[in-house]
C-alpha cells in the first residue's frame, strides 16, 4: 500500500518505518528496496484485501492526481460488513479503479456490484497485443450522430474479454507511464468503453488525459454516464484543441473494412 496510518495522519513509507493499517489497524512495515516501488506491507498476512493488487509505478501515476485523502479508501457494505480498499474514493462518490493484472469476470462483476459508482482504468500496457490489437480493430469503429462517441460491432477484437459486458465505464490507458514524443500518437488519449446497454454493439468515447482527471475530481464525471450515455459529452476537440483524434477514424460510407474485405455498414 501507498499509506499507513501514523498518529492519524496518512503516510508514505519511508526506511524503518512503522505504521498502522489504515484498513484493518494491523501493524505495516515500510519496504523500501530497490526493486519494487517503496510500499507498505502487512507484517504477517500478504495483504488484508484479497481484491488488493501489488502496485507498480503505473497505479502510482494515477493516483498522484488525486488527493491523498481520497486515495487508498477503505470501504464497508455495512449490510454485508464486507469491506474493501477503492484505489479513488472521490468526494462525490466515485470509485476509481486502477488494474494492471488480469481479473476474472467474476471478480470484475463482484467488484462493480460492491462499489456500484465506479469506473475501471485499465493498464493496456501489459499484455504486448492488447494495443496492436486495439489498433487494428479502430479501423472499423463506426461514427454516430455524437463526434465522440463510436460503435464497436465486435468486442473481443478490439479489447480483453474480461472487460466486456462491464456495467460501468471501462478506460483503457495504452500509453502507461511512457514518454511519447509523437502528438498524433493514438496512445496521447484515453479509450473508454461505455456501460454495457444493448448486447449488439458497444459504445466507445474517446477522452483526454486530462478530461478523465478533470471530472472525476469535479463530480461531473458521473452525470455523464448516469442517465443517457448517448446524450452529448462537451466537444473535447472543440475544447481543447485536439482534433486530430478523430482524423484517424474513418469517415461514415456504407462500406467497412472488415478481416481484409470490405463489407456493407449495419445500419445505426
Ligand atoms: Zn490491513
Redesign the pocket.
Given at each position: 500500500m501507498k499509506f499507513a496510518t501514523i498518529n492519524g495522519n496518512k503516510i508514505e513509507a519511508t526506511k524503518g518505518a512503522v505504521g498502522m493499517?489504515t484498513?484493518?489497524?494491523?501493524e505495516?512495515i515500510a519496504k523500501c528496496g530497490t526493486v519494487k516501488i517503496h510500499h507498505w506491507a502487512?507484517k504477517g498476512i500478504r495483504?488484508?484485501?484479497p481484491w488488493w493488487e501489488n502496485e507498480t509505478e503505473w497505479h502510482r501515476f494515477w493516483k498522484s492526481h488525486y488527493t491523498a485523502a481520497w486515495q487508498e479508501f477503505s470501504m464497508l457494505d455495512p449490510a454485508t460488513n464486507e469491506k474493501h480498499i477503492a484505489d479513488v474514493y472521490t468526494d462525490r462518490g466515485l470509485v476509481i479503479e486502477f488494474q494492471h493484472s488480469s481479473i476474472h469476470p467474476s471478480e470484475r462483476m463482484a467488484r462493480e456490484k460492491f462499489y456500484k459508482n465506479m469506473v475501471w482504468v485499465i493498464d493496456g500496457t501489459r499484455l504486448k497485443n492488447d494495443y496492436p490489437r486495439f489498433l487494428q480493430a479502430r479501423n472499423s469503429f463506426r461514427r454516430t450522430h455524437h463526434p465522440a462517441i463510436f460503435h464497436v460491432d465486435i468486442m473481443a477484437e478490439c479489447f480483453p474479454s474480461a472487460w466486456i459486458g462491464s456495467d460501468v465505464p471501462v478506460v483503457f490507458d495504452f500509453k502507461g507511464t511512457v514518454t511519447i514524443d509523437d502528438p498524433r500518437d493514438p496512445r496521447h488519449h484515453l479509450y473508454c468503453l461505455l456501460p454495457k446497454k444493448d448486447s449488439r454493439y458497444a459504445l466507445l468515447t474517446i477522452l483526454t488525459r486530462r478530461y478523465f482527471i478533470d471530472k472525476t475530481i469535479s463530480g461531473e464525471w458521473s452525470s455523464i454516464f448516469s442517465s443517457d450515455f448517448e446524450r452529448p459529452v462537451p466537444n473535447q476537440d472543440a475544447q481543447q484543441g485536439q482534433g486530430r483524434q478523430n482524423s484517424n477514424v474513418r469517415k461514415e460510407s456504407p462500406f467497412v473494412l472488415y478481416k481484409g474485405r470490405f463489407i456493407r455498414r449495419k445500419r445505426l
Open positions: 493499517c484498513h484493518c489497524g494491523a505495516l502487512h495483504n488484508c484485501d
